[in-house]
């Protein structure tokens, strides 16, 4: 199993990065390598995203579960289909100052062994480029 962890210190409100995070549906719009994002609110308030993304030369689907706690400032989602054996990751933000302090950790495996080969060094290497492409979009949002 891969694990990262990305943290950053920001200009930008705990609250503003939260909303920009639990903004599922504009993914597509900033999210590398992210093709569609179609999300269903769950009954007990969490929702399920299902996302496109391109790993590598391969286009795969999956479905997450995410939680979104506005109190704690994170949120948490999890895989329970498509490429990957595990899919878990988890978003904070700490109020700092001005600003806030934005954690990201993610934790995967993908499933099939060949398709681990190409993909899985392709989306470990997206990672830090995904975290910085929320920090442009908060700049393009809160200026």
Known sequence: MKRFAFERRVPFSA?????????????PSFVPNCSHMRVIDA??????????VALGPISRAYTSRVRLDRQAGAIAASAHDGPFSRLDSLWSFTP????????FDISFEIANPLL???????FARKQEEIVEAFLREAKRRYG
């Open 96 to 103: 700092e100052g001005q600003g806030c302090r934005v954690a």
């Open 43 to 52: 009954p007990d308030g969490e929702k399920f995203a299902r996302m496109r």
């Open 116 to 122: 681990a080969a190409v993909a899985e060094p392709a």
């Open 15 to 27: 609250r503003q990065m939260f909303d920009l995070v639990a903004d599922l549906a504009s993914y």
